[in-house]
């Protein structure tokens, strides 16, 4: 499959590698290229760069490395967090009943109003 040939590339390649030449090499039109390295770069695979080479806009393609990606992912439980307040479900050991917990209401409520 091309996207995981072009990933491989790219992680063979820690100084980063130019989008140019990227599809180039693979034998498939730039358009097509562009569109694989959004879905690479929205999965949190790789991250591009801005680069101008000869007078024409290109990207410098940079692989994210499984260590870095964990901080992204990090990230994702940032929507725990609601005026500097924790979900009240987080660390919770009380005998759950969400229709009767005040504290889930008062958290989906602020959810709902940010
Ligand atoms: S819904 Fe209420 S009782 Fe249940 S885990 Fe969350 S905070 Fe605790």
Not at 19 to 39: A, F, P, T
Not at 44 to 64: A, D, F, H, Q, S
Not at 81 to 88: K, N, Q, S, T
């Amino acid at each position: 499959m091309v996207e995981q040939k072009i990933l491989g590339m790219v992680r063979d390649a820690d100084e980063g590698l130019l989008q140019s030449d990227i599809w180039k090499e693979v034998g498939i039109g730039s358009s097509k290229c562009s569109r694989i390295m959004l879905r690479l770069e929205d999965d949190g695979l790789v991250k591009r760069e801005k680069e101008t080479l000869n007078g024409v806009n290109t990207y410098r393609v940079y692989p994210i490395r499984k260590s870095s990606r964990k901080s992204k992912k990090k990230s994702d439980y940032d929507c725990l967090i609601v005026d500097g307040e924790i979900a009240p479900c987080a660390g919770c050991d009380a005998d759950c009943s969400p229709e009767q917990c005040s504290s889930i209401g008062k958290w989906i409520q602020s959810l709902i109003k940010e």
